[in-house]
């Protein structure tokens, strides 16, 4: 099996996420949009981060880490109604992943409870909590990122259209 170029040079996160990452059908997530990035990135960072929390405090770090790749792993792209959306996606998440792969009951919450409290249910596990919050972290950066890189074109377009105007 040939492993997963991901940008966290890691080998064990890296060899625990690659039967997921290399799924064909979970290899679609990079062509859809998600906080102004792709869906992949996003649940590999989730995952990474996740995996390096649970592991130093010596959690159940493998499941939390197979969870958290796979807390997005949905394609409801024709959804306008983004409150829909939001609230329903952890659900189809989890019907996606256990079509693909055997999920244990940590990874089920996981993927589940990943919108709490937006999505009404309650984490069970640790692991699962840490995955909603990581979620909450990564999507805020992600959020931001973009916000960053749109304040960058809007202000290299003004200075543009200015050095254009006054010639």
Known sequence: MVMPKTSYNDDEFNRLISPIVQNEEYQKTKFCTHHGL??????VRVAYYSYKITKILHLNYKETTKGAILHD????EEENNKVVRLIEHPEMAYINASKYFDLSSLEEDIIKTHMFPIGKKVPKYLESWIVDLVDDIASIYEKSFMIKVNMKLSFNLIVMLLVMFRR
């Open 38 to 43: 792709n869906r992949y990135d996003h649940m």
């Open 73 to 76: 792993f949905f394609f409801n």
